[in-house]
Every structure is written in structure tokens, then in C-alpha cells.
């Protein structure tokens, strides 16, 4: 078994709500609350979940966009999640990100050539000769022309807009990328030539992802595990052929329910959830999901429970799956 590259250990990330006329603190949005999970090496782990649930935040926490408010971030067994920028900063070419929209995440006044060369100049120490060749050879491994280093990106589609970004990312040879969202802007047809370039490149530079979304037959074809998130907590993970041939939590289920499957003979029933995520602001005491959960009991409302292994590999917040659940029925 592969060695772990990444391991998130109780990781939380609130943000101040201010109020009154001195601006002062008066509540937090609890994004994300207590993740925890191990990537290792060559790994594609999926992260899914409905909007609102805390995935996006989740990847920005890891790669030090935001600073978390407690927890650690260990990469190689360091946790970078504590970091002053400057001890940071030889971490950072070893995770990159792509960003959901194409059209935002590129600067419409640089090229195409000093969008790719930026990271070069900043984390290498190739010449000016040898970064504008790197850039032409990037530019051919994600499927577009060398040439193309002259143009801005308003001359390009989406899709070959992510592919830049792709590039982007690659220049400096990271051993993880986080992709938020890569192919949720893109048309049906382009999400497969992107999502099939991605597991190529993986193969080739010996990538780790970790790959969010919302679509779950595109994390299904691309990831290794699933985690699946709800109000800032991680509800279950989970390879991917047991999270969907057994998913184990009720939201899992609803998600699940969800997909459209061609053979009529193997479609789920529909599970339709009741009412809308609560506000993560002030989410519900006891399990997260029990206000919508159609199994919840009186220990949901009451005892949040906590991921636990429940078979081997597979791990579930749910008190229907735990012993300690069974002991506080029977009492």
C-alpha cells in the first residue's frame, strides 16, 4: 500500500460574522468542523456533497488559501496548517489547485505563456529561455498548441481555458493537486475530454488528486475513495464501488438515489429530503443531518455522533451504525 501523502487531522474553519457599529465579532459560519481523512501517494480522493456543505472550503483550508481555525494539515508528515508564509512558501509547488471557473482564475491582461511561466520564475531556477520552452511543452501535454503561449484568454473556449489552468498547475511538478469544481463550468461534452486528460496526466507525473464536486457519476469514474460531506462535516468514506453498492449514511442514500441510472432495473427509490441545509451559522445540536434525515431517532437529536470505522475501509457518522448507539437504545 501506498505511503500517506496527506493527512487532515480534525480540521475546522470558522469565519467571523461581524456586527454592530464597532464591527465586532458576534457569531461564526462553521464551515468546516473537525475533517479528518489520509490521501496517499497516487490517490484520487473525491469529495462530494450539495452546495453549501463546506468541499470548496474544505480544499482552500488544505492549500492555505484560508487558515484554519484548529486542527493540522500534515504533508509528508509535516503539518503545514500552522506555517508562518515564509516557512510555507517551499511547500507550496508541491500542491497546486485548479479552480472551478476558467473564465475568473485566469488574468485577462497576461498571456497565455506568462500565466504558465509565473509559477517558473517564482519556484525555479530555470532561464528565461529554458521557462518559455517548459511553457510550450505544457502546452502540448494538455492538448493545446505551443504556439498558443502569444494569446490572452479571451481567445480560448472553457475548455481550453482549463486546460491553461491545468498547465498552470503542472509547471512546477506538485505532488498533489486539489481540483475544485474543474469540469461543473463546462459543457457536458468537454467534461469528458477534461476529466480524461486529468486521469492521463496522472499517470505520467505520478499525481495525487483531490477532486471535488457535486456530480457523482463524475467522482465515481475518477476517484479511488469518496468522502461525503454535509454542513462542514464528514459524513462517510468510502471506496467507491462499496459507497455505492453499500452507502451507509441516510444522506449518502438521498445522494445516491439521486443518479440517473439507464437500466431501470437497477435505479434506486428516489429518497426526497425534506426542507433545505440548516444554517451553518447555527447548525442543529446532534447529528447535523437530523433535521432532514428520515431514520432519525432521539440520540440523533441530541449526541453528535462521530466518523467511525464500521467495516473495513469504510467509515460512517451515523448513530444506526455504531455500538455506542445500541447500548443508549437499550438503556
Same mark, same amino acid.
Given at each position: 500500500m501506498n505511503e500517506a501523502l496527506l493527512t487532515v487531522e480534525r480540521l475546522t474553519k470558522y469565519f467571523p460574522i461581524k456586527g454592530g457599529f464597532l464591527r465586532r465579532t458576534v457569531g461564526h459560519i462553521r464551515a468546516v468542523e473537525g475533517i479528518s481523512f489520509t490521501l496517499r501517494e497516487g490517490e484520487t480522493f473525491g469529495i462530494v456533497g450539495e452546495s453549501g456543505s463546506g468541499k470548496s472550503t474544505l480544499g482552500r483550508t488544505i492549500i492555505r488559501l484560508y487558515d484554519p481555525t484548529s486542527g493540522a494539515i500534515r504533508f509528508r508528515g509535516t503539518d503545514i496548517?500552522?506555517?508562518?508564509?515564509?516557512?510555507?512558501?517551499?511547500y507550496r509547488k508541491h500542491i497546486q489547485m485548479i479552480f472551478q471557473d476558467p473564465y475568473a482564475s485566469l488574468n485577462p491582461r497576461m498571456t497565455i505563456g506568462a500565466l504558465i511561466e509565473e509559477p517558473l520564475r517564482i519556484h525555479t531556477q530555470l532561464s528565461p529561455k529554458e521557462r518559455r520552452e517548459? +511553457?510550450?511543452?505544457?502546452? =502540448?501535454?494538455?492538448?493545446? =498548441?505551443?504556439?498558443?503561449?502569444?494569446?490572452?484568454?479571451?481567445?480560448? !473556449?472553457?475548455?481550453?481555458?482549463?486546460?491553461?489552468?491545468?498547465?498552470?498547475?503542472? =509547471?512546477?511538478?506538485? !505532488?498533489?493537486?486539489?481540483a475544485d469544481e474543474p469540469v461543473s463550468a463546462l459543457d457536458v461534452s468537454i467534461q469528458s475530454q477534461i476529466i480524461?486528460?486529468?486521469?492521463?496526466?496522472?499517470?505520467a507525473f505520478h499525481l495525487s488528486?483531490?477532486?471535488?464536486?457535486?456530480?457523482?457519476?463524475? +467522482?465515481?469514474?475518477?476517484?479511488?475513495?469518496?468522502?461525503?460531506?454535509?454542513?462542514?462535516?464528514? +459524513?462517510e468514506i468510502a471506496g467507491k464501488r462499496e459507497l455505492f453498492r453499500r452507502p451507509l449514511h441516510p444522506y449518502t442514500e438521498a445522494l445516491l438515489s439521486a443518479v440517473p441510472v439507464p437500466e431501470p432495473k437497477a435505479r434506486r427509490e428516489r429518497i426526497i429530503l425534506r426542507g433545505d441545509i440548516p444554517n451553518a451559522a447555527n447548525p442543529p445540536q446532534g447529528c447535523?443531518?437530523?433535521?432532514? /434525515?428520515?431514520?432519525?431517532?432521539? +440520540? /440523533?437529536?441530541?449526541?453528535?455522533?462521530?466518523?467511525?470505522e464500521v467495516a473495513p475501509g469504510h467509515w460512517t457518522a451515523c448513530h444506526l451504525h455504531t455500538v455506542s448507539t445500541k447500548d443508549m437504545v437499550s438503556c
Open positions: 496548517g500552522r506555517l508562518p508564509p515564509k516557512a510555507l512558501r517551499p517548459e +511553457v510550450r511543452r505544457l502546452l =502540448s501535454v494538455v492538448g493545446l =498548441s505551443p504556439d498558443a503561449h502569444t494569446r490572452y484568454p479571451h481567445e480560448f !473556449s472553457g475548455g481550453q481555458r482549463q486546460r491553461i489552468g491545468i498547465a498552470r498547475a503542472l =509547471s512546477i511538478r506538485p !505532488s498533489l493537486i486539489i480524461n486528460l486529468m486521469m492521463d496526466l496522472q499517470q488528486y483531490i477532486f471535488i464536486a457535486h456530480d457523482l457519476s463524475v +467522482v465515481k469514474h475518477i476517484s479511488d475513495r469518496i468522502g461525503v460531506m454535509y454542513l462542514g462535516h464528514m +459524513v447535523v443531518f437530523h433535521t432532514r /434525515c428520515p431514520k432519525a431517532m432521539d +440520540v /440523533c437529536r441530541e449526541v453528535k455522533p462521530e466518523l467511525a
